[in-house]
């Protein structure tokens, strides 16, 4: 490679549970620079989700975490063109790649979904996905279908 790999950016942790996983979501979160709207919309979902789940012992933020968990994806499947053909190549995902494309289908399948605020779509998006349900799970399952099709052509890895 020409160019030397640029450094790592560290974040720092969110004010109000101390979590740098919750600042890298409402960087994710956040439109036209406005970091402290997403903040807000951010705690205001973890309280939606307390009322919605007042039964459960589990806090809010456990609740987030374990929904991240349920729709990260292990494996995807890339394009790799072989003698003229391409093949769709099911490839492993590092760690980094997986959390950014989990809070990204979160956030992407809580918009489409239908309600009166983003707080309010997030929240309903987090508890399915919680439950092992809603478009963002789907996604990952897709996801993990297409690769487990394709798993014939995993000797063209590159």
């Known amino acids: 490679m020409r160019k030397t790999k640029p450094k790592k950016r560290h974040l720092l942790p969110d004010p109000k549970f101390n ?3 919750v600042t890298r ?3 994710d979160l956040m439109k036209d620079g406005k970091k402290s709207l997403a903040y807000t919309i951010f705690y205001d979902t973890l309280d939606l989700v307390a009322k919605r789940m ?8 456990d609740v987030w975490k374990k929904a991240l ?12 063109r072989v003698g003229g053909a391409n093949f769709q190549v099911p490839m492993e995902i590092r760690n ?3 959390v950014a494309i989990s809070i990204k289908n979160l956030i992407l399948y809580a ?7 983003m707080a309010d779509k997030l929240s309903s998006e987090i508890i399915a ?7 963002a799970y789907k996604k990952k399952e897709d996801t993990h279908r297409m690769a487990e099709a394709n798993r014939a052509f995993a000797h063209f890895r590159f």
């Open 19 to 21: 979590d740098v996983l």
């Open 25 to 27: 979501f409402v960087n």
């Open 54 to 61: 007042k039964n459960d012992e589990v806090t809010p933020l």
């Open 69 to 80: 968990e349920n729709i990260t994806p292990q494996v995807e499947v890339k394009s790799r």
């Open 96 to 98: 980094e790649r997986k």
């Open 111 to 117: 918009g489409k979904r239908s309600g009166k605020s």
């Open 129 to 135: 996905a919680y439950n092992l349900e809603g478009g």
